[in-house]
């Protein structure tokens, strides 16, 4: 299974690990963003968008034979900052929902821009399925 790596006398990260051990085999997911299977907004809101976005991932997961307690890294791009902590609240329910209460290694990161003009977030993800 994974190891969550915290060094001792580190302060304990919410929502996420400062780093994972996993050994298996590697599922790589390129970056999602907020639109349905068809390719289509359904919204423009940043916490819909999120929500969506990591459904996204979570249907990728799946082809693998896959799940979210896989995880091992995430890396979440957003275009606005104060955006992404106005909506913490939401970001945060939404990802218990679809996400659970697993938490591997992510960094968050401000761009300039998405390619899709739409895109608010886009998320691109690693897991781990274990050796058997």
Same mark, same amino acid.
């Given at each position: 299974m994974h190891k969550v790596l915290q060094p001792d006398g580190w302060a304990k990260p919410l929502g996420y690990a400062n780093g994972v051990e996993a050994r298996g085999r590697?599922?790589?997911?390129?970056?999602? /963003?907020?639109?349905?299977?068809?390719?289509?907004?359904?919204?423009?809101?940043?916490?819909?968008?999120v929500?969506?976005?990591?459904?996204?991932?979570?249907a990728i997961l799946a082809e693998a034979g896959a799940g979210p307690q896989h995880l091992t890294s995430m890396t979440w791009y957003f275009t606005d900052r104060a955006e992404y902590n106005d909506n913490l609240k939401? /970001?945060?329910?939404?990802?218990?929902e679809i /996400?659970?209460?697993?938490?591997?290694?992510?960094?968050?990161?401000?761009?300039?821009?998405l390619v899709e003009e739409r895109a608010r977030i886009e998320i691109q993800a690693v897991a781990v399925i274990p050796d058997e």
């Open positions: 590697t599922v790589f997911v390129g970056g999602q /963003i907020g639109w349905n299977a068809q390719q289509q907004f359904e919204t423009d809101d940043f916490t819909g968008q929500r969506q976005t990591l459904a996204n991932v979570v939401g /970001i945060g329910q939404a990802y218990r /996400i659970g209460k697993h938490f591997p290694a992510m960094a968050a990161v401000q761009v300039v821009a």
